[in-house]
């Protein structure tokens, strides 16, 4: 099994910051691509941004020029650093995890969510 531990979401005026970070573990033989979504109330989820193992980052345009997004392999971590929030950016995020597990098997996980409020 795999597991997703994610952290770092709160409460925040506008125009703060919040990091978000989500650690994997579990039984995984590797990881290709890391990924925070968003879904607000009566909304889709939206990707804000993806990362793949090699470090390609691919981010959404709402958040370009505010967000930025990292990795750390060794650790099976993702962080988001979200600065300049807005209120349209209250959501609940979620980590997303691509890869392959330690059978063999394809991976796909997601985690439980972490909510960010951001106050006008």
């Known amino acids: 099994q795999v597991q997703l531990v994610e952290s770092g979401g709160g409460l925040v005026q506008a125009g703060g910051s919040l990091r978000l970070s989500c650690a994997a573990s579990?039984?995984?033989?590797?990881?290709?691509?890391m990924a925070w979504y968003r879904q607000a109330p009566g909304k889709q989820r939206d990707l804000v941004a993806d990362i793949t193992s090699g470090g390609r980052i691919n981010y959404a345009d709402f958040v370009k020029g505010r967000f930025t997004m990292s990795r750390d392999n060794a650790k099976n971590t993702v962080y988001l650093q979200m600065n300049s929030l807005k209120p349209e950016d209250t959501a609940v995020y979620y980590c997303?995890?691509?890869?392959?597990?330690?059978?063999?098997?394809?991976?796909?996980?997601w985690g439980q969510g972490t909510l960010v409020t951001v106050s006008s």
């Open positions: 579990g039984s995984i033989f590797s990881i290709n691509t």
């Open positions: 997303n995890v691509v890869g392959r597990s330690a059978w063999g098997g394809s991976l796909e996980v």
